[in-house]
């Protein structure tokens, strides 16, 4: 079974840019959570889709956004981008809602790099 | 609020010695505990969890117990291998209707030949 893909890899932008970053579940997987990994933050939540809807949300301005697809593809938005959105952004699948028993399959990442 | 704390790395050991990660919490409620392992330009992957305490998880012989009356959630392997270089993560997530993960912030494990 393939595991969930992330794409692109790598992009560069500039400050002020708004870039889409795109992710494919597992397959038969319902929910995909995004995370933004930083050196000085570590791993933080952005938010998570189930079924098209946004089920939860982290602690970020309304510049990210993300939305979710009826065949469970998501994709993130960041607008207006600024210096510290510099980052590896990580979307993970599950089978359900996440929750204590839904383990979350993770993708590669993308790497950002805002110059 | 969550929080999950871990030592700070870099971790270094020789092949075959005795690793230990710590990891404490703080939590409302009974939170769920997980263990990822992050490989140089991969994403995380699930490593162990424990869903209660007393709860112990293990997988490839690693092994970590949910402490409750500590609120720690120590990682363990009793020899480890060159392949076990990577970055380790501590986790917990809500047991409530809503989750929102928390993780530590990493510790990086180098182990030599």
């Known amino acids: 079974k393939a595991g969930v893909t992330q794409t692109p890899r790598y992009l560069i932008k500039t400050r002020g840019q708004q870039v889409t970053l795109s992710c494919s579940p597992i397959s038969g997987h319902r929910s995909v959570s995004w995370y933004q990994q930083t050196p000085g933050q570590g791993l933080q939540f952005l938010f998570e889709?189930?079924?098209?809807?946004?089920?939860n949300k982290g602690n970020f301005p309304g510049r990210f956004s993300g939305r979710q697809f009826s065949n469970s593809r998501s994709e993130m938005n960041v607008s207006t981008l600024e210096l510290g959105d510099s980052a590896l952004y990580l979307c993970?699948?599950?089978?359900?809602?996440?929750?204590?028993?839904?383990?979350?399959?993770f993708g590669p990442g993308t790497r950002l790099t805002v110059l | 609020g969550n929080s999950v704390t871990q030592m700070e790395g870099p971790v270094t050991l020789s092949e075959e010695a005795f690793l230990t990660i710590n990891c404490t919490y703080t939590a409302t409620g009974y939170p769920s505990l997980f263990w990822y392992v992050q490989y140089p330009g991969e994403g995380l992957q699930l490593l162990l969890k424990?869903?209660?305490?007393?709860d112990k998880g293990s997988n490839k012989g690693f092994e970590a117990t949910y402490r409750k009356e500590t609120t720690s959630f120590h990682l363990e392997k009793g020899s480890v291998q060159v392949s076990d270089s990577a970055v380790y993560f501590c986790a917990l997530s809500d047991s409530g209707g809503s989750y929102i993960p928390t993780f530590g912030r990493g510790t990086s494990l180098i182990v030599h030949p």
């Open positions: 993970a699948s599950s089978l359900g809602q996440g929750g204590s028993y839904n383990e979350q399959f």
């Open positions: 889709y189930f079924s098209e809807t946004q089920r």
């Open positions: 424990a869903t209660k305490a007393d």
